[in-house]
């Protein structure tokens, strides 16, 4: 039995690949495992049964053989380890690539996700068009940093590794914010993450389950 | 040659155990094993030079015979997969210590960060007041659920691993903010794992930086 992740029954990002279920489809596909998905909608993450899987209410989870395991950075994390693909064989190099996953979902992703929430959230609010601003500074900062370490390089630390494809999924939140434009290494940088052939593959998937939910 | 980290000079917490060495410096005295501390101000945090240790110009970083790590996350993982003490030996349980890990830093800090950001760099903005129950309720929504998982146990997930460390260091930066006090158990849980002997000897050591710099 391969095993099974979870995933929006309907991505509110509407098959633009930004759930952090695509993380995971990319992993398996990197390594070229099989995998399952059973989706779930947002009534389903509330309940008893879900929250069992994952404590937060949220998707991926991933379930093997008596194995139960949420958040997307432990579950790439698990998949690399595993299978030959996302990890360099050199321990020094492993310990960088880990580092880069860390830093995609700690540093990285949460004033991107503050971003999110304020265009959600708080679009509403009397001070949205004035705070924006601040939300947005903050991204610039990482991103430049970002782009500063990764110089001219193909990927941040040698070869490809999971802490590319972690940071490629976490940059490209931004596509469509016009952040990015600024940042022209990170643009080609998750340009030549999308291009691969495993993340294609992964794309095409979760875009068919929004099509399929969409034509429903 | 021991590890050597780096930490704060003069720490913004006033030596309150809430930087992130604190989780680095924890992780070694659990495991039992020296390190030496370099300590870096403001201004060198900015520097070319840290900057190439660290690409976000934090702390901690990580240096040890050729191998360069940033990241608490890494670098706590990283002592926990070389030293006993951290992660289970049972593959299913470790994997699902890391996800504790991966919870505690890309779940419930994001939030915790985003009151911190709003009442330092936020405070005299004219919407500060009214935004600050949405980012409270924010925090409690995930405490609510870390303490629904916790129950009645002592840990997260059998014997106090690497994940607890990090969910613990996490949530005591809500040490002093009034949230803690509505979830008794997750109180509890960040008290047991302050009083932890290993806990309190990387405490003394960070406050006596602070108590030197403040004398100094």
Redesign the interface.
Known sequence: MPPVITAFEKSPDRGRGQARDMRVRWAFEEVGQPYEVRLVSFADMKEPAH?ALH????IPTYEED?????????IV??IAERHDGLLPGDA?AR??A??W???A???L??PI??LT?AKI??RA???YA??LP?VED?IRV?LN??S??LGDAEWLDGDFSAGDLMMVTVVRRLNGSGLLEDYPRLLAYVARGEARPAFQRAFDDQLAVFTAASAG
């Open positions: 929250r404590p937060f209410g949220q008596g194995l139960a395991l949420f958040e997307s950075g432990a994390l698990h020094m310990a960088r880990i580092t996953m860390f830093a979902l700690s540093t992703e949460p996700l503050d929430y959230v708080e609010e009397p001070w004035q705070r601040i903050r990482r940093e970002l500063l370490r």
